[in-house]
């Protein structure tokens, strides 16, 4: 099964935030299709241990890095590096991006031997 979706005939629902990701169990890339409405925002924060692709999918608004604000639109492709901060903001359009990265395996609390 190659064609995991299209990003282009997603619902246009008013959702905000994961409106698609890979739901595979057996797999070792994660993504996520973020949904940000006109003018919302997701304040700037330190990522998580893996490096992130981003690819802005529509609309248009703001990359949030500790170097400064760079602008995004439709089509741009961005590699943010592990623990990296980062944060969006949301044009007048809003803004759906793609993120690619390696899957994070969750915690498991293991047994003690004796």
């Known amino acids: 099964m190659p064609i995991l979706t299209n990003t282009a005939e997603q619902p246009d629902e008013p959702r905000r935030g ?8 057996e797999r070792e890339l994660d993504s ?8 919302e925002e997701i304040p700037a924060h ?3 241990e893996v490096d992130t692709l981003v690819h802005v999918v529509r ?3 703001v990359l949030v890095t500790e170097d400064g604000e760079e602008p995004l ?3 741009d492709l961005a590699l943010l590096p592990r623990r990296t901060v980062r944060g ?4 007048p359009d809003g803004l759906e991006y793609l993120t690619v990265h ?3 395996r969750s915690l498991q609390i293991q047994g003690s031997r004796a």
């Open 59 to 61: 609309g248009d608004g």
């Open 73 to 75: 639109r439709a089509g």
């Open 18 to 25: 994961a409106v698609w990701s890979i739901a595979e169990p």
């Open 32 to 39: 996520n299709l973020i949904r940000l409405p006109p003018g």
């Open 102 to 104: 390696r899957r994070r």
């Open 46 to 48: 330190v990522g998580a």
């Open 88 to 91: 969006y903001r949301a044009g």
